[in-house]
């Protein structure tokens, strides 16, 4: 071994790894424990970052420039939505309400399914007027 480490640098050499047992333990636990503080701070950041925008719009009254969602008051509703939802709570009022949003362009299983229809159909058509 000592004489393979003489060798130039130019040459292969073996890397021996270290025994599994003594770094990887360490390591995961390390890694893991540190995912969860960052998921924290990034968490409590958001939370802190929310309240302090509702502070300010309470303190100043300003209306703000974009009407806020009804469910959420973090996001600004679309414009065009007739529920007035952001378009992340309107994507989600789909698993109980299965109705369309032009303004968000989210659409319900049902007319997505006939759209598709629609759509093989007009393609099947332009593939035999190709023909
Ligand atoms: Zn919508
Ligand atoms: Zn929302």
Redesign the pocket.
Known sequence: MDDLLKLPYWRCKPYVRPKPSETTEQNSRKRNSGMIEENLKRKKHKEQKKAKFQEKMAKEGVKPKYEMCVKCPGNPR?LK???L?C?AC?RKRLEYDDTD?P??R?YGKASREAHLKERKLREAVQVESAA
């Open positions: 679309g939505c007739g529920f939802f378009k309107c949003c303004g968000h989210i």
